[in-house]
């Protein structure tokens, strides 16, 4: 929120409910710059496992590759790190969707409560970026 021009004086008074319905909405940007950073690294992370299956299908099928599980290396056959990269592209796609959901709820109710705080406060109070 931005301090009123010199010489506006605010006459709308801040109930307690106002009080909670701005800091819902502060709460609410900082949860979407963390959506949005979530989502970031998710679609990257999903584009490495992308590129990694492209790679996969280039080599011999009966190389012995290792694949990272956790901490630790293990050798598998090209077909089972080709299936696992399946599986992790599912659930990159499935976490994508998740946060994606999620950041479109939390839009939703940005908009809802800015509507009903400009309402009150019209130009008293800044809820732009």
Same mark, same amino acid.
Not at 79 to 108: C, F, P, S
């Given at each position: 929120?931005?301090?009123?021009?010199?010489?506006?004086?605010?006459?709308?008074?801040?109930?307690?409910?106002?009080?909670?319905?701005?800091?819902? /909405?502060?709460?609410? %940007?900082?949860?979407?710059?963390?959506? $949005?950073?979530?989502?970031?690294?998710? !679609?990257?992370?999903? $584009? *490495? %496992?992308?590129?990694?299956?492209?790679?996969?299908?280039? %080599?011999?099928?009966?190389?012995?590759?290792? *694949?990272?599980?956790?901490?630790? /290396?293990?050798?598998? !056959?090209?077909?089972?790190?080709?299936?696992?990269?399946? @599986?992790?592209?599912?659930?990159?796609?499935?976490?994508? !969707?998740?946060? $994606?959901?999620? $950041?479109?709820?939390?839009?939703? @109710?940005?908009?809802?409560?800015?509507? %009903?705080? *400009?309402?009150? /406060?019209?130009?008293?109070?800044?809820?732009? @970026?």
């Amino acid at each position: 929120m931005e301090l009123l021009p010199q010489g506006k004086q605010n006459t709308v008074q801040v109930l307690y409910e106002d009080q909670q319905r701005i800091n819902e /909405f502060s709460k609410l %940007v900082m949860r979407k710059d963390a959506l $949005e950073a979530e989502l970031r690294s998710q !679609r990257q992370e999903k $584009e *490495y %496992v992308d590129d990694a299956a492209l790679e996969i299908e280039l %080599v011999d099928e009966d190389a012995a590759l290792q *694949y990272k599980i956790g901490d630790v /290396f293990v050798l598998m !056959r090209q077909e089972e790190v080709a299936a696992q990269l399946e @599986r992790d592209q599912a659930a990159a796609d499935a976490r994508i !969707r998740q946060l $994606e959901e999620e $950041e479109e709820h939390v839009d939703a @109710r940005m908009r809802a409560l800015k509507q %009903v705080l *400009y309402a009150k /406060f019209g130009d008293s109070i800044n809820l732009e @970026r």
